[in-house]
């Protein structure tokens, strides 16, 4: 059973370009959420997405933006790249079921991440 | 809003010996979880141990366990019989119960740096 997988591992863009990443979820889960990880910090909540919307969202500005596709695949996508965008970015997963989009007490299951410099 | 902080930058520890990491939080919520999760250099993100804020029983996880203490708001996680591979990043992480409204996201620290020596 593959758990949750991030694709790709590792990319470099420049200042200015837009940049697409990719998460499946591990089998059986409906829920995805992305962070986004600085060197040396903790993970912050980017969004959270359950039946193809966005359910919740931190302190993120427009540009970034995200999809979830029926096999409860998901995108995140960063336009107008910043050098401060510089970052592991995180995709986590979860089965919610009925539990309405949020909570519930299923276990969250992270993927290895995917590295992203901005020059 | 939430915060979680984690005081100790970088701990180290002997091979079989004990350790302990700090977590205190900041909440108004009467029900929450709290989560230790490791991070070694391969990047993925596990969960050690989790607290429904309810229960005044702490959880414990074989060699993991918390000192969780509810009005102080402190979380901590103990590691009893230190192996080489405990050594990783430790985050301690908060999150509003279904109770409260509900939520997925995580609130985490900064992390701890945990090193374990042979």
């Known amino acids: 059973d593959a758990g949750v997988t991030q694709s790709p591992t590792h990319l470099i863009k420049t200042r200015g370009q837009q940049v697409t990443l990719r998460c499946s979820p591990k089998s059986g889960h409906d829920t995805v959420s992305w962070y986004q990880q600085a060197l040396g910090q903790g993970p912050q909540f980017i969004f959270q997405y359950y039946e193809e919307e966005e359910r919740q969202r931190g302190n993120f500005p427009d540009r970034f933006s995200g999809h979830q596709f029926p096999n409860y695949s998901s995108e995140l996508n960063v336009n107008a790249l910043l050098l401060g965008d510089s970052a592991l970015y995180l995709c986590?997963?979860?089965?919610?079921?009925?539990?309405?989009?949020?909570?519930?007490?299923?276990?969250?299951?992270f993927g290895e991440g995917s590295r992203l410099t901005v020059l | 809003a939430q915060t979680v902080t984690q005081s100790q930058p970088e701990m180290s520890v002997q091979e079989a010996e004990t350790v302990t990491l700090s977590c205190t939080y900041d909440t108004s919520e009467s029900d929450y979880y709290l989560f230790w999760y490791k991070q070694p250099p391969s990047r993925q993100m596990i969960l050690v141990i989790r607290q429904e804020a309810y229960k005044q029983q702490n959880a414990t996880e074989n060699r993991f366990s918390v000192n969780f203490q509810k009005a102080a708001k402190s979380f901590s996680l103990k590691i009893s019989d230190s192996q080489l591979g405990d050594a990783a990043m430790y985050f301690c992480a908060y999150r509003t119960s279904e109770t409260q409204g509900g939520s997925e996201k995580l609130v985490f620290g900064k992390g701890t740096k945990l090193t374990v020596n042979p």
């Open positions: 986590a997963s979860k089965q919610l079921g009925t539990s309405g989009g949020r909570g519930g007490t299923g276990e969250l299951f």
